[in-house]
């Protein structure tokens, strides 16, 4: 798995009308570069570093129904193995396991409300090569209608422990890794309830959250690339974070570590 634990986010990528602009715009956005011969070896699979490290990938559309958006992949040992505990939980598979040749085995999953999430098995040390730091992938979570629903599926397929933050009344709850203690040292992710704030339209989804230097200057930068800022920069119990939308309306979220 590349050295991540099952049920871990090891990758995220962002599918996007135009590869370009794309580039531009988190190029400019997060101090990004990417890959020279994307075409060649990854069919315009577009991986993007930070420092020289892998950090998250641009993809291209290649149908128009599907949504422009970031998405988070989970780690597992056994792709096959795991899609047969998300159907039994009561989600669907939206790409059953494919292999990619030679990196590993992919899947897109989704949970019982919706929210989409990919499956990553690698055959080797591939998925995120720098997390936590500004320019990367810091955390994820999945906003739904039905906490408990969503609760049972998560804590059946991945065996997350599951933590509700004091204060929250049950609305937000964080993941820690299956065996771990539950807690703010192991968290990598969670649940939120969509409140009154979302549109009733809204459905399930998943946010992708990257660390920066500075979340106000980054969501300043964020509008004059051309892009919006659809909940603006605020503190809260870990730091100061926003979320974003690209120029292309992909939503994501900053976060300024304390």
Request: glycine fraction near 14%.
């Amino acid at each position: 798995m590349g050295g991540f634990p099952e049920g871990a986010p090891c990758w995220a990528d962002v599918t996007l009308p135009d590869l370009a602009a794309g580039k531009r715009f988190y190029g400019a956005l997060m101090g990004w570069t990417f890959d020279d011969d994307a075409e060649e070896r990854y069919g315009y699979y577009t991986n993007a570093f930070s420092g020289g490290k892998r950090v998250a990938a641009l993809v291209p559309k290649r149908d128009g129904r599907m949504p422009t958006a970031w998405g988070v992949y989970f780690a597992t040992p056994d792709a096959s193995g795991l899609a047969v505990r998300i159907r039994a939980a009561g989600g669907q598979l939206v790409r059953d396991p494919v292999q990619v040749p030679p990196y590993g085995t992919m899947a897109v999953a989704a949970d019982p409300g919706g929210a989409v999430f990919g499956l990553w098995q690698a055959a080797g040390p591939t998925g995120f090569e720098k997390s936590g730091e500004p320019g990367s992938f810091c955390w994820t979570e999945v906003y739904v209608r039905d906490t408990a629903q969503a609760d049972r599926f998560y804590e059946a397929v991945f065996g997350f422990e599951g933590r509700d933050l004091d204060g929250t009344d049950d609305d937000f709850r964080t993941w820690s890794p299956a065996g771990s203690e539950p807690g703010p040292d192991t968290a990598f992710g969670g649940r939120s309830l969509m409140g009154d704030a979302f549109p009733a339209e809204m459905p399930d989804h998943f946010l992708v959250y990257f660390a920066v230097g500075d979340c106000d200057a980054t969501a300043a930068t964020c509008a004059d690339l051309g892009g919006r800022v659809t909940t603006r920069p605020f503190d809260m119990a870990h730091g100061r974070m926003a979320v974003l939308c690209d120029d292309q309306g992909a939503s994501f979220a900053i976060l300024q570590k304390e």
